[in-house]
């Protein structure tokens, strides 16, 4: 039976009819497929996971626990994680991406980051997380190496990258470590007529760096803002932070840095990551956002002495114009 059918023949039972329409809704990086299915002025949406693929229990405990503590992710009305089906309440067809301008991102941020902080004082000792260690992020910087500079590039890592790697690890890991949703940005953020933003995507959330979902928002790598805007935002964040208990002894300074440096490790990761999408997976439409992330990686490494080495290199042996 095809993938199709059998979505269909789910979709009769969970509903009881035959008489919904099913379109396709969107993709993503993953091996996941989304369908909106519409019923007497009703919709939803099924997320389609392949249970050799993908494993939907962490997207259907901390979809519940998210629910729980009031921050807005889809409901779920049924799923069956044998068959890798969900069933979730619809969102609409709005991500932030398509919606944000010089003129509303700064309404549609304010919301985000409030919904960050939402999220950061959830309790997880219960939902027992994975963490955001000092392996996986050495497995996440050494995609860079692997896939960016060996096989998109041509290039050795250079002696003195472990080094560099070592110093961004240790940023991450001396951050208070809270619920991070680890991919929190203008594609995966949906305006809604209430309680905007939905969130989505979430289901390979850590405890992590407190530092990471603003900086995954800030310096997005689908679109970018002006540094001016990016640090009133980050002082914006930080005395919400503290208002409602979190940071409480962080000066803007120590935070700058702790969010500049995980930034430097998510892009770095992503470089990595848009290559394997595009040469492991045949997702080849990631390679059209290298230049944005690397223009980050760029940016803040020109910003501190302990990364000379690594501005030195990107400058001498990778050209943004070039990737």
């Keep these: 039976m095809s993938r199709l059918n059998s979505i269909h023949n789910w979709l009769k039972t969970v509903l009881k009819t035959e008489s919904y329409q099913l379109e396709p809704a969107s993709a993503d990086a993953s091996f996941r497929r989304y369908f909106r299915v519409s019923l007497n002025n009703e919709t939803w949406v099924l997320m389609d996971a392949p249970p050799e693929k993908e494993d939907t229990q962490p997207f259907i405990r901390i979809a519940e626990f998210l629910n729980e503590h009031h921050v807005h992710v889809p409901e779920i009305k049924a799923h069956d994680a044998n068959l890798g089906f969900l069933l979730l309440s619809d969102f609409g067809k709005l991500p932030y991406l398509g919606q944000l301008s010089n003129s509303s991102v700064d309404k549609y941020y304010a919301l985000a980051i409030n919904s960050i902080i939402d999220m950061q004082l959830c309790p997880t000792d219960a939902l027992n997380l994975p963490s955001y260690d000092r392996n996986l992020l050495q497995q996440e910087l050494s995609l860079f190496s692997d896939w960016f500079l060996d096989k998109h590039l041509g290039l050795t890592a250079p002696d003195f990258l472990q080094g560099t790697f070592e110093l961004l690890i240790e940023n991450a890991l001396e951050q208070p470590q809270v619920f991070v949703h680890r991919d929190y940005h203008s594609r995966n953020l949906m305006h809604t007529a209430t309680r905007s933003p939905g969130i989505i995507d979430f289901q390979d959330a850590v405890l992590g760096p407190i530092s990471y979902d603003l900086v995954s928002l800030l310096r997005d790598c689908y679109i970018s803002w002006p540094e001016d805007k990016i640090a009133?935002?980050?002082?914006?964040?930080?005395?919400?932070?503290?208002?409602?208990g979190l940071l409480t002894n962080i000066s803007l300074t120590q935070f700058t840095r702790w969010f500049d440096l995980m930034g430097l490790q998510r892009h770095i990761k992503v470089l990595g990551i848009f290559c394997r999408l595009n040469y492991r997976d045949g997702k080849a439409n990631y390679i059209d956002d290298l230049p944005l992330t690397l223009h980050y990686v760029k940016q803040v490494s020109s910003r501190y002495p302990e990364l000379a080495?690594?501005?030195?290199?990107?400058?001498?042996?990778?050209?943004?114009e070039k990737i």
């Design 309 to 320: 080495q690594l501005n030195q290199f990107l400058n001498q042996y990778i050209k943004i």
């Design 232 to 244: 009133q935002w980050i002082s914006d964040y930080l005395i919400q932070a503290q208002a409602r």
